[in-house]
């Protein structure tokens, strides 16, 4: 099955639903309709801002797909300050982001808790986004494919191979996130095939679907090369993202 390639970009927390709104216009205008029969192209924006996006997508009949930063596992409760499955579907949203490497440092996300949000963005029909990288120590300590392992297991558990199909997955070395340095397409080929192989194990015939994309310090001066690998399928693109501009160049990289 031939494997579309997709380029989203998680603007974390920035912009306010008025930037929000100015930057994916702004966006829209630097592409092509061509653009997208190439790629699928995703803005993540804060939850604040899904709203207003979602609007401007649809008035404007813009081909780009939206998608949300994080989401809790349970569909309502009391759980003050979260987000459910339910809740982003109808905002029509398209790809979660589960698993980032913030959301597992700086907010004691497990994989546990991981993987039952994996299973709430399906529940609601969107596709996750599962990410999954390791830190520099781990991999000084050569543990990269312990890690990357442990990670993919509990987040595809109890899975279909048909899900597990659908799935994007990105994987992030912790120590390129935010950081400037960017894993050599060598190196970010090397993860991206182990992960594709571990699937293929786990789930036969579901590697050579599943989309497997890379972040860390993604721009406009290193997709190229990324995407000159194989394997790659895409990228999760932070700060760059946040300058239309930058995001375009990085979108239509083969130009």
Not at 15 to 39: C, F, G, N, P, W
Not at 61 to 79: D, K, M, T
Not at 202 to 208: E, N, R, T, V
């Amino acid at each position: 099955m031939e494997r579309k390639n997709l380029i989203a970009g998680n603007w974390k927390m920035n912009a306010t639903h008025l930037e929000a709104i100015q930057m994916v216009q702004k966006l829209s205008y630097r592409l092509e309709l061509s653009d997208y029969d190439r790629v699928d192209v995703v803005v993540i924006p804060p939850f604040t801002s899904l709203r207003s996006v979602q609007t401007v997508i649809e008035a404007d009949h813009l081909p780009i797909q939206l998608g949300a930063q994080n989401v809790h596992f349970e569909e309502s409760g009391a759980f003050t300050g979260e987000i459910s499955s339910p809740m982003l579907a109808s905002l029509r949203v398209n790809y979660v982001v589960v698993g980032h490497s913030e959301r597992r440092q700086l907010f004691a996300e497990d994989d546990a808790m991981i993987s039952r949000k994996v299973k709430a963005v399906l529940s609601a029909e969107m596709t996750p986004i599962l990410a999954m990288g390791e830190t520099l120590e781990e991999r000084e300590a050569g543990e990269t494919d312990a890690r990357i392992t442990s990670q993919l297991k509990a987040g595809l558990r109890g899975l279909n191979p048909e899900q597990v199909s659908g799935l994007v997955v990105a994987y992030e070395p912790i120590w390129a996130i935010g950081t400037g340095v960017t894993a050599s397409p060598e190196e970010a080929v090397s993860g991206v095939g182990f992960i594709r192989s571990q699937i293929e194990e786990m789930h036969p015939g579901a590697g050579a679907s599943v989309r497997i994309i890379y972040g860390g310090s993604v721009n406009a001066g290193n997709i190229a090369a990324l995407m000159a690998k194989e394997d790659i399928d895409g990228a999760l693109v932070g700060g760059a993202s946040l300058d239309p501009d930058a995001f375009a160049s990085v979108i239509r990289y083969w130009m």
